[in-house]
């Protein structure tokens, strides 16, 4: 059984040091030159920076910086004008999220989009779409193989719901949880697919220490124990500094930082950017 | 006191997904079953079986079809008569010209038909919604019944416009008393709605409602947004086509465009959304309020005011009581008769207790 | 009389037909640039407007009295849609609302029947409705006077709502309220007023076009529908704008006559009651936006 408390200066350790579930590997995704237009607006320019399997990347940067869009590029949901992606090597082409999905790609998004007509359960469930190979027919008529998918999607939903601890609500219609819980349960669909690499937008954003402490641990504890790579865009800089291996910064759509918080903490662009020199 | 869920406990998932995991409902249902199959037929007027039980039940399957598109997968369509139409030509059509043919054979095509006009009817819900998707269904009702009227072919070049139905022959034997074509309206509605339930339950209604409550974080679970709406469309329209076909066989005994109306149409969506969108059990109590009020009224005027209601008087009731009746219950309960049969449900579960 | 003659005969009745459809999805244009809600009772209020009106008149009332009656009335109605039917559903969905509406539509309907009969009701105006001689000498074209009228009428209409609602304070405010209830109000927008004043203008559009339609065929329930008729001329020029309405209408009108008369003897027509949806679904799939309407952005 996982210790599951940890202070932040365990956390720290804890990136540090080499009793990790997996050891960071090579490139797991690459981008390079992404440009992103809308219109005449420069979202993305010519931002490059890669992933490591296993690794724990932090996108930060000032409002509007692009860190949303960046997501949303990797992901499928915007294509970008200029640039590649490259997953475990291989060029990537007309990227959408059901592919995205598909290759192992999992996310949330920043204003939690959960299916407010069902519950906690259903969502997770509905999170087991790649894994609920049954057609309709097989469905209606309850065959064997789409019963047996049901438990089998049931049973891997039940362990997110003990990881997450969230038992006493699995029945509840997501609409009436408050907002912490809404992005845990949201956190609990995207593990549902079982990702490769996990996208979150903010997971912590709105919430009391309590709640991102509890998040910490949950992202922290996914990372060892499946070994998921995760890229997250964070506000918090405690929390960016403690569990992240590296960090890529963004500004005005360009990438003005990539190294260790530690290198990224005492850059002089990054400083500039965060507290407003005048250019 | 009787409706207790204490005791009963599920230990594995399979029961806990079961249909009816209570034994009051398990009991409950066999015996309504048991009445339907049994007893009614029995019991019942021909009136009653003719005039009320069947179009209730033909409505309900059609109803369950609107709920389908707008209730799971949140599409809203104007078009359910249109798609009955084709059913109910598709069926004529073929036993017609395909030489003994079994009826039930038949009945499963004109689904098949009516589900292949729905996916391309559907094609705009790819890039439309809301009112928009409304009004490309209401060109879907419009062109289908002025097709089905125009091109002599679906009417076999009958001139005088009114074709009788084929009489129902399952198994060589011909089903032509209103005690038998209950029977057959009710097997075919119970089966069917059984696979409706299985499929609302299971992963086929989570994609469907994903798509409804958010189509982009569907998309990002892997689901597939044009198949998983065009699906949809095709399992709604199959339904109401079926329901269509046995409208004309079993009920008018007559194909004819002019019974698959806009007016039809809005009814169907008036049973989804007083009975209670996205529940199966909404489309029976819907299709049954929309039958039975005009009754309602007709034995109201009777023992109140001591005289026949005059027709026009009788429809603009109608329309004024349904029309209120949508926008009480989309105000105050939006979920429409299923929820507040739930409610009930939960009042029972304490009862005798206040709490 | 020549091919061609005949060609902008049916050209222009379809023309002035559709400034006709232009008149009635205005109201729906007045609604929702106001509130946001498509209020798909429209077509039953039009009804009821010129029935009423009709009705005021048989019972004693003269054209004059009748007419700020009638409008009176629908004022009233107006406003009772909105306290008891959109603001409960303040905050709903748009699938939500339209239904309402439709219920709206149906009470509305089931009221003006049970109040005024079914009886077919003619409406005099004054203006025949035969070919106007100038033209039917001159050129060989056959167009009737009401018609005309009718055109001029709601082009005029259309046009005026047009530069009020560009130019004037109500108009921005109306606009002001359209995009942000809450914040209208916050910045001194009077919210009540507006919406009178939005009911009142939508009221008046309703009687007028009901009472040229009605002139014309005939006072009776199937006015009702041409709600349904307006919903492509909306979704061609676009849900907000004014001019958008009337460019859309007459192409709605002009194709629908145009292929009833040359297409329709192909099929033994009937083609005018499908053609204006077909083509407003094709419109959705190339410019879902509309002519002149604002592209609907959705952000992730």
Redesign the interface.
Known sequence: MMDMSRTAASQADYVTTANRGFAVGGPILELEEISLRFGGVNALTKISFNVLEHEIRAIIGPNGAGKSSMLNVINGVYRPQEGTIKFKGKRLTGMTPPRAARMGIARTFQNIALFKGMSVLDNLMAGRYLHSKASFVEVALQLPRARREETENREAVEEIIEFLEIQHIRKTPVAKLPYGLQKRVELGRALAAEPKILLLDEPMAGMNIEEKQDMCRFILDVNDHYGTTVVLIEHDMGVVMDISDRVVVLDYGKKIGDGTPDEVRSNPDVINAYLGVAH | MLYREAGQFRTTYAQDSQLLPLWQDKVGMAAILGVGFLVIPFVASDYWLSALLIPWLILSLVALGQNILMGYAGQLSLGAAGFMAVGAFACYNLILRIEGIPFLVALFLSGICSAAVGIVFGLPSLRIRGLYLAVATLASQFFIVWALDKFGWFKNYDIAGVITAQPIIIFGHNFNSPQEKYWVVLGIVVVLTLLAKNMARGSIGRGWMAVRDMDVAAEVTGLPLMWTKLQAFAISSFYCGVGGALFAFAYLQTVEPSAFTIDLSFRILFMVIIGGIGTILGSFLGAGFILLTPIFLNIFFHTVLGKAVDATVASALEQIIFGAMIITFLIVEPLGLARLWQLTKERLRLWPFPH | MSDFNFFLEVLIGGLLSGLMYSLVALGFVLIYKASGV?NFAQGAMVFLAVLSFVGFMELGLSFWAALPVTIAMMVLVGMATER??LR??VN?N???L???T??????????A??AW??DVRRLDLGIRDEPMPWLADNFGIFVSELDITAGVVAAVMVAALAVLFSTTKAGRGLRAVADDPAAAMSIGIPLQQIWMLVWATAGVVALVAGMLWGARSGVQFALVLLA?KA??VL?IGGFTSVPGVIVAGLIVGATEKLAEVYIGPY?????E??AP??L??LF??VR?EGLFGEKIIRR?
């Not at chain 3, 439709?102 to 009221?111: H, S, T």
């Not at chain 3, 099929?267 to 083609?271: D, K, L, T, V």
């Open positions: 498509f008891f039917v409960p559903l709903q748009e699938n939500t339209l239904m309402a439709i219920g709206l539509a149906f009470v509305i309907e089931g009221v029947q049970l009969g079914v349904l919903m492509p979704i099929f033994g027509g009937g083609i009651g499908w949806y077909m407003a679904v959705l799939l879902p992730v």
